[in-house]
């Protein structure tokens, strides 16, 4: 069966991160986050690593070379039985959509759709500000917004340290969402024309969004095995 190749396309803080944990889940594929690549880069204390964290810690976007290099590593260690491939935080600009497309066509692969989660640019801040994740397990909560059920304590296995992105400060939100602004929204226009645009309303309970993301990519999967 051919891979499906999904782009998860939106703001920083709209909820890209935990809808690609679900739909990689529930479809088989192979979630690719370039910066959470870019952290493990960062943490192992690689070269590339260190380069990116001076423009990461300033809300930048990391040059293409880089993250060429990132998405190349990645693609190579995907197994074949995976369904296909969930890209989450990449393309982030026309310069990487083009570099995408290389990519694809030397794999033979048709981009197969565009999930782009819309929502309003002020409730995104609130989003990224009290965003903790489990210093243990890595499971993600909002202090305001999605809380552990008893506050301070993990849900999922009980640590009482969280630990908080080093960009979630609102000068470095500032520039990430200007740069989404300048760099990565003319990805909607360019991919509308394309024909692969699928719009979700980002702006609802986090399993309401996850229905309609998967009413959007079911019928992909429809085809494939009635053919
Ligand atoms: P994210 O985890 O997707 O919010 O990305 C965190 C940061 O990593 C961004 O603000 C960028 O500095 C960097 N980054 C992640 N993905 C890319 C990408 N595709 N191109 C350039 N920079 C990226």
Avoid: W
Wanted: glycine content about 8%.
């Amino acid at each position: 069966m051919t891979q499906r190749v999904f782009i998860l396309l939106g703001m920083p803080g709209v909820g890209k991160g935990t809808q690609a944990e679900h739909l990689a889940k529930a479809c088989n594929l192979f979630h690719i986050d370039t910066g959470h690549a870019l952290r493990s880069e960062i943490a192992l204390g690689t070269e590339l690593g260190q380069t990116a964290q001076n423009y990461m810690s300033q809300g930048q976007l990391v040059p293409f070379d880089l993250v060429m290099q990132v998405i190349k590593a990645t693609i190579e260690r995907i197994p074949s039985e995976q369904a296909g491939f969930l890209f989450d935080g990449f393309p982030r600009n026309l310069q990487q959509a083009e570099g995408l497309n290389t990519l694809l066509a030397e794999l033979n692969l048709p981009i197969t759709a565009v999930l782009y989660l819309e929502t309003a640019h002020d409730i995104l801040m609130d989003r990224l500000a009290y965003r903790v994740s489990c210093g243990s397990c890595g499971a993600k909560y909002n202090t305001r917004l999605n809380p552990p059920k008893t506050e301070g304590v993990c849900d999922a296995c009980g640590h009482t340290e969280f630990v908080q992105r080093a960009d979630d400060k609102p000068d470095v939100i500032e520039n990430r969402l200007k740069a989404y602004e300048t760099e990565t929204s003319p990805l909607i226009a360019y991919y509308e024309a394309k024909g692969l645009m699928h719009r979700v309303n980002a702006n609802q309970a986090i399993d309401t969004v996850f229905g309609e993301i998967m009413t959007e990519v079911q019928p992909f999967f429809e085809a494939s095995a009635s053919v």
